[in-house]
């Protein structure tokens, strides 16, 4: 099919760009001898079909094409500097066509699909994640198991944003239901849970609060392996498990991560967005409470409270209602408590018929252990949640000086380090027998090392 017009006009002008980057500006050594045949735009510019002719042996053209497809976000970024277009189109690498049966296609994709997921994630800066947002027209969105209020808030906030910026097809999804507390926040209503009759397409997947897929729970039905993401997270993970993604854990939130897109797209914030940053911002520092809290926080709140959002409303919503079967869960939890390596460990257990028992839900759980964790002399707070028979919950806050996500992450788990959480496949009394030990051990050995250094 020929090319009319501008599609024509822009697509000479990649076949250029990505010519002269070919033959001075692209140092990989995996790319032997390539030539350019053709370059076919999609009608809607969004897309760059670029068509190579592949010299040297079976080895040496796979591997020439698995490094062109690796290199294409770089290309795409470097052609964008000389286009007069608003979207860069996306850079997609293709044989040329009458080499098809010769190069063994389907075997060639697999093997870059393969090398696609054993690649890092690469990392975006706030301005190339916004070219990335921009540049797709159809979104999932979605965060971690149970989630809280910085989950439910930057998912929604997200949204938001992408409306700012023209697109509408969105689908909001959460493995488990926005727990009551955080229905209130505007959007809610639009977030799925369970399964999905249908299946969604869409062209960009985003994965907020969270960057492994084990957390995601049910979403991973709906975010397949080979599925572009787009990660944006504030918890720092060895191996994040996206295509991309933006993740600085000087951020106290993800959501505050939202508010800096809206800052460099120079987008106005909608009092709805702001309603939803500010819950995900005083969710994960605790009213700014929390060590996570920095000046950067406060300025995003003036910036949020500037919009009309009523924060005394919001608080309360959040913070101030108490739910009668939470009551009596923190009853069990502060009835159960136990205090050992000089009064600076606290530890609580809540089994699964204690839920039955109040008739409480998982949402009843949020916060408990901070009422643990405020003792005076404790400096690490542990609380034990039986989510199976043999499945066990464990949840720290730490003070300065103890890393929760690093002594948590020898048993599968992460999050910050004052807070962290993990669950391991064994029984209750299993790991509060091995996980407390260890806890004071600590402790003790951290007192040795401070009278020592003395």
């Given at each position: 099919?020929?090319?009319?017009?501008?599609?024509?006009?822009?697509?000479?002008?990649?076949?250029?760009?990505?010519?002269?980057?070919?033959?001075?500006?692209?140092?990989?050594?995996?790319?032997?001898?390539?030539?350019?045949?053709?370059?076919?735009?999609?009608?809607?510019?969004?897309?760059?079909?670029?068509?190579?002719?592949?010299?040297?042996?079976?080895?040496?053209?796979?591997?020439?094409?698995?490094?062109?497809?690796?290199?294409?976000?770089?290309?795409?970024?470097?052609?964008?500097?000389?286009?007069?277009?608003?979207?860069?189109?996306?850079?997609?690498?293709?044989?040329?066509?009458?080499?098809?049966?010769?190069?063994?296609?389907?075997?060639?994709?697999?093997?870059?699909?393969?090398?696609?997921?054993?690649?890092?994630?690469?990392?975006?800066?706030?301005?190339?994640?916004?070219?990335?947002?921009?540049?797709?027209?159809?979104?999932?969105?979605?965060?971690?198991?149970?989630?809280?209020?910085?989950?439910?808030?930057?998912?929604?906030?997200?949204?938001?944003?992408?409306?700012?910026?023209?697109?509408?097809?969105?689908?909001?999804?959460?493995?488990?239901?926005?727990?009551?507390?955080?229905?209130?926040?505007?959007?809610?209503?639009?977030?799925?849970?369970?399964?999905?009759?249908?299946?969604?397409s869409y062209d960009l997947a985003l994965v907020l609060d969270v960057s492994r897929r084990d957390?995601?729970?049910?979403?991973?039905?709906?975010v397949p392996a080979h599925q572009k993401t787009l990660i944006i997270d504030h918890h720092l993970?060895?191996?994040?498990?996206?295509?991309?993604?933006y993740i600085d854990a000087t951020y106290a939130a993800t959501g505050e991560i939202v508010a800096?897109?809206?800052?460099?797209?120079?987008?106005?914030?909608?009092?709805?967005?702001?309603?939803?940053?500010?819950?995900?911002?005083?969710?994960?520092?605790?009213?700014?409470?929390?060590?996570?809290?920095?000046?950067?926080?406060?300025?995003?709140?003036?910036?949020?409270?500037?919009?009309?959002?009523?924060?005394?409303?919001?608080?309360?919503?959040?913070?101030?209602?108490?739910?009668?079967?939470?009551?009596?869960?923190?009853?069990?939890?502060?009835?159960?408590?136990?205090?050992?390596?000089?009064?600076?460990?606290?530890?609580?257990?809540?089994?699964?018929?204690?839920?039955?028992?109040?008739?409480?839900?998982?949402?009843?759980?949020?916060?408990?252990?901070?009422?643990?964790?405020?003792?005076?002399?404790?400096?690490?707070?542990?609380?034990?949640?039986?989510?199976?028979?043999?499945?066990?919950?464990?949840?720290?806050?730490?003070?300065?000086?103890?890393?929760?996500?690093?002594?948590?992450?020898?048993?599968?788990?992460?999050?910050?380090?004052?807070?962290?959480?993990?669950?391991?496949?064994?029984?209750?009394?299993?790991?509060?027998?091995?996980?407390?030990?260890?806890?004071?051990?600590?402790?003790?050995?951290?007192?040795?090392?401070?009278?020592?250094?003395?």
């Amino acid at each position: 099919m020929s090319q009319k017009g501008r599609p024509r006009r822009v697509a000479e002008l990649i076949r250029q760009e990505i010519a002269k980057l070919l033959t001075k500006g692209l140092k990989d050594p995996r790319i032997g001898f390539v030539s350019i045949m053709a370059v076919r735009m999609s009608p809607d510019l969004q897309y760059a079909n670029v068509y190579v002719s592949l010299y040297g042996d079976e080895k040496a053209r796979t591997s020439s094409l698995i490094a062109l497809q690796r290199s294409a976000g770089w290309i795409r970024r470097e052609v964008g500097k000389h286009l007069r277009i608003r979207v860069t189109p996306e850079i997609r690498f293709f044989p040329d066509d009458t080499l098809d049966e010769i190069y063994h296609l389907e075997e060639v994709f697999t093997k870059i699909h393969e090398e696609q997921q054993a690649a890092p994630m690469l990392k975006l800066g706030l301005e190339a994640v916004i070219e990335e947002l921009r540049a797709a027209d159809s979104f999932f969105l979605t965060s971690h198991v149970n989630p809280d209020g910085d989950a439910v808030g930057s998912v929604l906030a997200m949204r938001y944003f992408l409306e700012a910026l023209g697109k509408h097809n969105i689908t909001c999804y959460l493995s488990d239901p926005v727990p009551k507390r955080y229905a209130h926040l505007p959007g809610a209503k639009a977030i799925q849970t369970g399964n999905i009759k249908s299946t969604p397409s869409y062209d960009l997947a985003l994965v907020l609060d969270v960057s492994r897929r084990d957390r995601m729970g049910q979403a991973v039905d709906y975010v397949p392996a080979h599925q572009k993401t787009l990660i944006i997270d504030h918890h720092l993970e060895e191996e994040p498990e996206g295509t991309s993604g933006y993740i600085d854990a000087t951020y106290a939130a993800t959501g505050e991560i939202v508010a800096a897109l809206y800052e460099a797209a120079e987008l106005p914030m909608s009092i709805f967005a702001a309603h939803c940053i500010y819950v995900a911002q005083i969710t994960d520092t605790g009213g700014y409470r929390f060590s996570n809290t920095s000046p950067r926080s406060h300025r995003i709140a003036a910036a949020l409270l500037e919009t009309g959002i009523d924060a005394a409303e919001i608080c309360r919503d959040v913070f101030d209602v108490l739910p009668l079967p939470k009551m009596y869960l923190l009853q069990r939890v502060l009835d159960r408590l136990a205090l050992s390596a000089e009064g600076r460990l606290a530890v609580s257990y809540v089994c699964q018929q204690d839920l039955t028992d109040v008739a409480a839900s998982r949402e009843d759980m949020d916060g408990l252990i901070n009422y643990v964790r405020n003792i005076e002399g404790v400096e690490i707070a542990a609380l034990f949640t039986e989510v199976a028979p043999d499945a066990t919950k464990v949840s720290l806050r730490a003070a300065a000086g103890f890393n929760a996500a690093q002594f948590l992450n020898g048993y599968g788990g992460g999050g910050h380090a004052a807070a962290a959480g993990a669950t391991i496949e064994e029984s209750l009394e299993a790991v509060r027998r091995k996980v407390t030990p260890h806890l004071e051990t600590f402790i003790l050995q951290d007192s040795t090392a401070k009278i020592d250094g003395e």
